[in-house]
């Protein structure tokens, strides 16, 4: 199996910055995706960024400018540097990895535990 271990989630003020962490490990083949997902209460599940094996990325509207994704394809990482935070950006965040166990097997979802990001105003 994956497993999927987050840092960098915390409290800071409207305006700051806060880098999250997520490190894959385990059986893992290859690497096809990693993101972050966020969720406030009362709402679904959203995509916040996202890279995959070429290297291209993907942001929500609402965060394209202030958020940068980024990975070590050698340690199986991505990072998320968060600027200019703003209340609305508190929710918790999931990391999210599409990933090979096996050659021939299809690519799976695995998820983290989440990591709260609070943003005061």
């Known amino acids: 199996q994956v497993q999927l271990v987050e840092s960098g989630g915390g409290l800071v003020q409207a305006g700051g910055s806060l880098r999250l962490s997520c490190a894959a490990s385990g059986s893992i083949f290859s690497l096809v995706a990693m993101g972050w997902y966020r969720q406030a209460p009362g709402k679904q599940r959203e995509l916040v960024a996202n890279?995959?094996?070429?290297?291209?990325?993907n942001y929500a509207d609402s965060v394209k400018g202030r958020f940068t994704i980024s990975r070590d394809n050698a340690k199986n990482t991505v990072y998320l540097q968060m600027n200019s935070l703003k209340p609305e950006d508190t929710a918790v965040y999931y990391c999210?990895?599409?990933?090979?166990?096996?050659?021939?097997?299809?690519?799976?979802?695995?998820w983290g535990q989440g990591t709260q990001v609070t943003v005061s105003s």
């Open positions: 999210n990895t599409v990933a090979r166990t096996t050659t021939p097997a299809r690519p799976r979802d695995y």
């Open positions: 890279i995959v094996s070429t290297g291209s990325t």
